[in-house]
């Protein structure tokens, strides 16, 4: 059975390459597309906005019109409309898969709780390449994380809102993990000034913003003569999109509970 998926944030960066990503996927159709009340976009062609020609989908201002139309709900938008996106979800019995970031405890919490009633992929980022960076940067971490400097740096885009990236802030918390440690107490955030001499057990996040750059990571494990670096490059929003469609195939039939790309791709044993 085709599995009907909708797309929130239908016009923004990700939204228009969704729209591409299932067109050209297998088993899965675009079902509805939705922008926020007020948007210029509300009545445009889904597929005209996503640069593939006329598919005969208008984007709507309101979940609640469409709901019949689709079985799943991919939302990369921004924390505060994912959280009203996830309610809506979880009244209705849509599955959904949550690419947005940059939310704080409350949110997480939210996601958790909704993953009770519904079944949900959330991850920071949805390419092949950054979830096995994840798996590498723990066998990094066992090795050499105990007496090495623990350093994460990320570049993006200039019109990024959030930062560090949710990418680097997995990065860590998967590192930290395996080293017993807590980013609320070991990450450090900001450099500036007199700022005294590194903790070794800190992990350090950089960020870098400007022009294009999809998405760049790097993280190092630094010691007296040797620095082992570990970094991943997206040059395509579309491996992001492919991988958000892959995990709302993955979801189909799952009634409920939190997973995220590595259960996907199934890396846990790697
Ligand atoms: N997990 C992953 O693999 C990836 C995650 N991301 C994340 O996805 C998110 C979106 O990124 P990107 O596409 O570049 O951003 P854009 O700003 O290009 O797109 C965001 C879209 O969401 C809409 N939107 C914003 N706020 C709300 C709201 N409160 N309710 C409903 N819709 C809203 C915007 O509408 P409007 O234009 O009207 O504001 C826009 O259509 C970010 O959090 C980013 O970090 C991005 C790439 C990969
Ligand atoms: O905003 C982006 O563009 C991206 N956001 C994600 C993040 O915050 O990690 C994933 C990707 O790097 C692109």
């Given at each position: 059975m085709t599995l009907k998926v909708a797309i929130v944030g239908a016009g923004g960066r990700m939204g228009r390459q969704l729209i591409q990503a299932l067109q050209q996927s297998?088993?899965?159709?675009?079902g509805a597309a939705f922008e926020r009340?007020?948007?210029?976009?509300?009545?445009?062609d889904a597929g005209e906005l996503a640069g593939i020609?006329?598919?005969g989908i208008a984007v709507e201002d309101e979940l609640a019109k469409g709901k019949?139309?689709?079985d799943l709900l991919i939302d990369f938008t921004r924390p505060e409309g994912t959280l009203e996106h996830l309610r809506f979800c979880c009244e209705n019995g849509k599955n959904m898969v949550i690419g947005t970031t940059g939310f704080d405890d409350a949110g997480k919490a939210a996601i958790q709780a909704a993953a009770q009633h519904i079944a949900v992929v959330f991850a920071s980022n949805y390419s092949v390449g950054v979830n096995l960076v994840f798996k590498l940067l723990e066998k990094a971490a066992k090795v050499m994380g105990d007496y090495s400097d623990i350093e994460i740096i990320e570049a993006h885009h200039r019109?990024?809102?959030?930062?560090?990236?949710g990418t680097a802030l997995s990065m860590g918390e998967h590192i930290a993990k395996v080293l017993g440690r807590d980013l609320k107490t070991h990450g450090v955030f900001t450099r500036q000034g007199i700022t005294g001499e590194r903790k070794r057990e800190d992990i350090g996040f950089a960020t870098v913003r400007g022009g294009d750059v999809v998405g760049e990571h790097s993280v190092w494990f630094a010691d007296e003569g040797e620095r082992v670096e570990i970094a991943h490059k997206a040059s395509s929003r579309m491996t992001f999109a492919k991988g958000a469609v892959r995990a709302a195939q993955w979801l189909a039939g799952k009634e409920k509970g939190l997973f995220d790309m590595t259960d996907v791709l199934d890396l846990n044993n790697l």
């Open positions: 297998e088993g899965v159709m675009l009340k007020g948007s210029t976009l509300i009545g445009a020609g006329h598919l019949e139309r689709f019109h990024k809102v959030d930062a560090p990236s």
